[in-house]
């Protein structure tokens, strides 16, 4: 290999690998690279998405950056619209069976999948294919021929289904298959490489094999992180209603990510911006040492993400309404009718539980902590949930306390 090919390989595998969790495997793709720049042949990179709600998400966005990548390294990005798989429902990550859906629902939610995919990816360049196109010209024999290929004891290597088989928790033959069908996906657009979350993993893999099978070279698995919904104990998903949806009214989508637990910041930050590397490591620190209120950061990635999708001029105009509906005027609340406490504090910060006791919603350490875990607890509206976060208090003079429809503000006086 020349030097300024094998530069140029090194160059877009460091792009590749920024973001990513696996690639299986490297050494394969860089191959595959080398060769596409021989022969001035792009890869065919592949990634599926089930449209079975009306939005696409940041979790989805955070896969459709990374094909963005490939895009710019002149790769052909091929988009799955699962038309079929999305009947079936991904068992991926899943405890129970999807409900299915109507093939007249899919298609309404294909139509925005389609609008929406422009926001991050240049629709334009892309290769957008429905897997029906295949699917519905499939006889029972090729099905059969399709279903041959896996064992059951390999569908339950899957850590979802061996769960719910040890569980005893039902599992329809129809979940069984979709595995097979992304497979197939693969060997149907003859995909060089294929993204998807970490939890597709099975279904990368098994694809390398079917097109083994078919006589095909096995795409690259490209993994990406998994990014968790705005209540912070799941995974972003539609049906668990948890999603900001990249479609979605700017000022919706504000207060969204305005809602997230400060220990999301970071996360958030890292997976669903274009915040350059030094830029991160700073707001780490800020929000490691307590420089910085986490709601001051927090509010920099609602703007910059609201940004990204609709402009600066609607991401000011959101944080405007942001704050003045829960910023300093703290919505239509009357702070005349709140009572008033007095709270002394030493240093630049207070402990939540502290500060609720001090003010008198809570009489107790452990009713304090019981009532933060519970999600009850809200400091200038914004929700706390561990109960060991400490409110950072340099130079703010007071706070409003809400327990559930109590409110309390808390006037702090320095010793």
């Known amino acids: 290999m020349s030097s300024s090919l094998d530069r140029e390989v090194e160059n877009q595998l460091a792009v590749i690998r920024r973001g990513v969790e696996e690639i299986i495997s490297e050494d394969e793709l860089a191959l595959k690279i080398k060769h ?7 890869l065919r990179v592949k990634q ?35 038309d079929y798989t999305a009947m079936i429902g991904d068992p991926s990550g899943r405890s129970k069976t999807r409900p299915r859906l109507k093939s007249e629902e899919v298609e309404a939610h294909a139509t925005t999948y389609l609008e929406q995919f422009g926001k991050i990816v240049d629709v334009s360049k892309a290769e957008i294919r429905r897997n029906g196109e295949w699917f519905s010209e499939f006889t029972f024999l090729e099905s059969m021929g399709m279903i041959c290929q ?94 900001v949806g990249i479609d979605e009214h700017p000022n919706e989508m504000y207060g969204k990510l305005m809602s997230i637990p400060d220990t999301l910041i970071m996360r958030y930050y890292e ?44 991401a000011r105009a959101a944080h405007e309404e942001f704050e003045r509906r829960f910023g300093a005027k703290r919505g239509t609340l009357d702070l005349k009718t709140v009572k008033t406490e007095t709270v002394a504090v030493e240093g630049d910060k207070i402990w939540i539980v502290n500060l609720l006791r001090d003010v008198g919603l809570a009489k107790s350490g452990g009713e304090a902590r019981r009532k933060i875990k519970a999600g009850a607890v809200r400091i200038d509206g914004e929700k706390i949930t561990d109960p060991d976060f400490e409110l950072p208090v340099a130079g703010v003079d007071e706070v409003v306390v809400r327990l559930g429809r109590e409110f309390r503000k808390a006037v702090f006086r320095r010793s």
């Open 48 to 82: 599926g998405f089930d449209p079975t709600a009306p939005d696409i998400h940041l979790g989805h966005a955070v896969g459709l950056r990374k094909l963005r990548d490939f895009q710019r390294l002149g790769h052909q990005v091929v988009l799955i619209v699962g």
């Open 36 to 42: 596409s720049l021989e022969r001035k042949k792009p």
């Open 150 to 243: 896996i064992t059951v004891a390999r569908i339950l290597e899957r850590d979802d289904f061996d769960k719910r088989f040890k569980a005893s928790e039902p599992i329809s033959l129809h979940e069984l298959i979709y595995p097979l069908m992304q497979a197939y996906d693969s060997v149907a657009i003859k995909a060089d490489v294929e993204l998807g979350g970490t939890e597709q993993k099975f279904n990368l893999l098994l694809g390398r094999q079917i097109q083994e099978n078919a006589g095909q070279e096995p795409q690259v698995a490209v993994t990406v992180p998994i990014l968790e919904g705005i209540s912070g104990n799941e995974r972003m998903s539609k049906s668990l209603g948890n999603y």
């Open 271 to 314: 997976l669903a911006t274009e915040t350059g590397k030094d830029e991160l490591e700073r707001i780490g620190n800020s929000l490691k040492q307590g420089t910085e209120n986490p709601k001051n950061i927090k509010a920099g990635l609602a703007r910059e993400v609201v940004t990204m999708y609709y402009g600066e001029a609607e």
